[in-house]
T-cell receptor, first 113, second 113 residues
């Protein structure tokens, strides 16, 4: 079975500061990795995904993530956050042979003015 | 192209009642997955339907059921509602079964009193 850990339940950061949201996973089989964002009263929006190839993945809204196989991590970063980045962020994995997503518990990012 | 539509957006029910939620996938998508999101348990997979057949099921009691119609629209039903069923129910559609390219709807917020 797969599991996803997001160590930080809440991350407050000032506007224009950098941020890193941490994600670690465990799986006995190959997985694909994803980051989703959820704004209040909305569904999930895909930020970025890692399927294969370069371990540094760039996504929408200036976010990027780096896949580290040895540390089984997929941390999300943004060099300069905006107030509009305030949302909940979910890391997720799915088996490469396809099935359902397994999501982490989420990290609530609060960007302060 | 229209996104995933979920109806109703908000619902209030009483313990013991039953409820039916609806999801219309993106045009051309044939797979629909359902997820339950609660503050305590996070995002959990309920089931996936593809071509009117349940392909995969999460670890939920039999009170939770679903179906898919020939036009790929899906409904999920929860019988004998419990307070713990209060949650945001998210639907995701994809072209094929087990696809990692899933597009989420805005969700239905169910409150059980």
């Amino acid at each position: 079975a797969q599991s996803v850990t997001q160590l930080d339940s809440q991350v407050p950061v000032f506007e224009e500061a950098p941020v890193e949201l941490r994600c670690n996973y465990s799986s006995s089989v190959s997985v694909y990795l994803f980051w989703y964002v959820q704004y209040p009263n909305q569904g999930l929006q895909l930020l970025l995904k890692y399927l294969s190839g370069s371990t540094l993945v760039k996504g929408i809204n200036g976010f990027e993530a780096e896949f580290n196989k040895s540390q089984t991590s997929f941390h999300l970063r943004k060099p300069s956050v905006h107030i509009s980045d305030t949302a909940e962020y979910f890391c997720a994995v799915i088996k490469t042979n396809g099935q359902n997503f397994v999501f982490g518990p989420g990290t609530r990012l609060s960007v302060l003015p | 192209k229209a996104g995933v539509t979920q109806t109703p957006r908000y619902l209030i029910k009483t313990r013991g009642q039953q409820v039916t939620l609806s999801c219309s996938p993106i045009s051309g998508h044939r797979s629909v997955s359902w997820y339950q999101q609660t503050p305590g348990q996070g995002l959990q997979f309920l089931f996936e339907y593809f071509s009117e057949t349940q392909r995969n099921k999460g670890n939920f009691p039999g009170r939770f059921s679903g179906r898919q119609f020939s036009n790929s629209r899906s409904e999920m039903n929860v019988s004998t509602l419990e307070l713990g069923d209060s949650a945001l129910y998210l639907c995701a559609s994809s072209l094929a079964a087990g696809s990692y390219e899933q597009y989420f709807g805005p969700g239905t917020r169910l409150t059980v009193t």
